[in-house]
């Protein structure tokens, strides 16, 4: 197969992302303010419940499709009889957990709450066809971008043509599942295009151990941030998921964009420790960390410094006095942690075929937060903030295990805090003191956002530029290069 450039998968990755982020940006706040308070916590619960359900469905099988076909992508035939076995076991594992989740549903459920877990069986059948594995596998990035874009805008038309009143939550529940769907539908169509099945050699049973600890290990946020949202609609309310939800996905959906290094990076890096030298593996390895770091750092402590202006624009007068924006502030932390812990489980220890060791480590620390929300639930300080809390502290333990293992086992020394990087995080926290200065100037809202951006993305930019930094070297070369293009 013709090698693609790994910045070109990037930029299309990137473009999704970034879609992806204004979609939310503009329906979250429409859909926060309008739906009434306790059937959009009623609706968080349900989806939080439905997602471990949905995750046992999946079973671990898009990560490995990615990862395996990346190896043999080469060879047609090897992939197609690779993904006729992944597509058979994908409808195997669904039917059953469908199956589970009904009875599920039916016993502990009743009116609106019951209609809820019923739409979202639109989800797992279309969760058969969640095949995305073989278009990333094989960096089909441009065709994923724009399917992915023109899918969004369909959602993003029914959301404000369809869901009009606060107690239209079974309307905006059909229209997220729906959205799903259609997704996997139109990539299991352009898949099937480009391969055929073959099921005369079928070895599903040979996959069943990898994909078990596969599917522990992509799915640490069960043990994680999904749990809390589960013991809190349990343990205290429904409305107490929404104030720890709505913070927790507005950081991870901005994360998305510098996300899309990791996610392009893992078929190369699966390919070049398989078919070329180590050498050529670190220097990817090493400038994909750092390129990571180059943007989630200071988007996180970007996005701490204004965490009461972003509730305030999201959320709206209903949600002002919670906890949102502090949950928010611990949230950007957690997430630079976890995008760290992401590099070392997807592009250090997955690509060396070490998920036995990754899912040890992934449940210890699960078990590490499961206990320490026990004991906050018997001091009676179980909160959306504390919770939160244990988890960033839960997720700091398994990064310092897996660097250390990849250092002693693997030979791989990987200092995130070396060379360049470090200077990502200086300056970065640096922001919170220019924020303070500028907000004592008590300036209107929306220019006291603007002066606060624009003052760290320039200070952050000088600095680096004057340093030479690679990264910010690198993007504008790439922008000045597709600037001259386009002139000519």
């Known amino acids: 197969m013709q090698q693609k450039s790994l910045f070109k998968n990037t930029i299309y990755k990137a473009i999704l992302s970034l879609f992806n982020i204004v979609v939310p940006i503009i329906v979250g706040p429409y859909i926060t303010r309008l739906l009434d308070v306790q059937l959009y916590g009623t609706y968080n619960k349900v989806f939080s419940e439905f997602q471990f359900f949905l995750t046992f469905a999946s079973f671990g099988i898009y990560n490995f499709g990615v990862r395996e076909i990346s190896k043999i992508r080469d060879d047609k035939k ?87 009143k606060p107690e239209d939550i079974i309307i905006y529940a059909v229209v997220i599942c729906f959205t799903v769907f259609l997704n996997n539908i139109i990539s299991f169509i352009y898949a099937k295009r480009k391969l055929k099945f073959d099921f005369s050699n079928i070895e599903i049973k040979k996959y069943i151990k990898s994909m078990l600890f596969i599917l522990i290990i992509t799915n640490a946020d069960l043990l994680y941030t999904q749990l809390d949202r589960v013991m809190l609609g349990k343990i205290i309310n429904d ?26 990076s893992v078929p190369r890096l699966s390919y070049l420790i398989k078919n070329q030298s180590k050498e050529e593996y670190l220097r990817v390895l090493k400038k994909s960390l750092s390129s990571l770091l180059f943007v989630i750092v200071p988007m996180c402590i970007g996005m701490f410094v204004l965490s009461n202006e972003i509730i305030n624009i999201y959320a709206g007068e209903k949600y002002l006095g919670t906890s949102m924006s ?105 922001f919170i003191p220019i924020a303070y200065l500028i907000k004592l100037l008590n300036l209107p809202f929306i220019l006291n956002i603007l002066v606060i951006v624009l003052t760290c993305v320039l200070f952050y930019a000088g600095i680096l530029y004057i340093k030479k930094d690679e990264s910010l070297i690198f993007v504008i070369n790439k922008f000045l290069n597709k600037i001259k293009l386009g002139v000519k």
């Not at 669904?94 to 459920?109: D, K």
């Not at 709450?113 to 989800?123: E, F, G, W």
């Not at 959602?155 to 404000?160: C, G, L, M, P, T």
């Open 78 to 164: 090897k992939v197609e009889k690779l993904f006729s076995n992944l597509f058979l076991l994908s409808i195997i594992t669904n039917l059953i957990v469908m199956i589970i989740y009904i009875a599920y549903s039916l016993f502990t459920s009743s009116g609106l709450t019951t209609a809820l877990y019923m739409i979202m069986i639109i989800q797992i059948v279309g969760n058969i066809f969640y095949i995305e594995f073989v278009n990333e596998a094989l960096e089909n990035y441009k065709f994923i971008t724009i399917k992915t874009i023109i899918v969004r805008i369909i959602y993003f038309a029914s959301i404000f043509v369809f869901v009009r």
């Open 239 to 264: 409305v107490s998921v929404t104030y720890y939800y709505i913070p927790y996905y507005i950081v991870t959906t901005v994360a998305a964009i510098p996300y899309a290094i990791i996610n392009v």
């Open 326 to 430: 502090v949950v928010l502030m611990i949230a950007c932390l957690a997430r630079i942690i976890i995008s760290t812990e992401a590099v070392f489980t997807n592009l250090v220890m997955y690509p060396h075929n070490k998920e036995k060791q990754i899912a040890i480590i992934c449940v210890s620390f699960g078990i590490v937060n499961f206990i320490l929300n026990i004991l906050l639930v018997l001091f009676k300080v179980f909160t959306p903030v504390s919770a939160l809390i244990t988890t960033a502290i839960a997720e700091l333990g398994f990064l310092i295990v897996e660097s250390i293992y990849a250092k002693k086992k693997l030979q791989l020394n990987i200092n995130v805090f070396e060379g360049r990087n470090k200077s990502y995080f200086i300056l970065s926290i640096l």
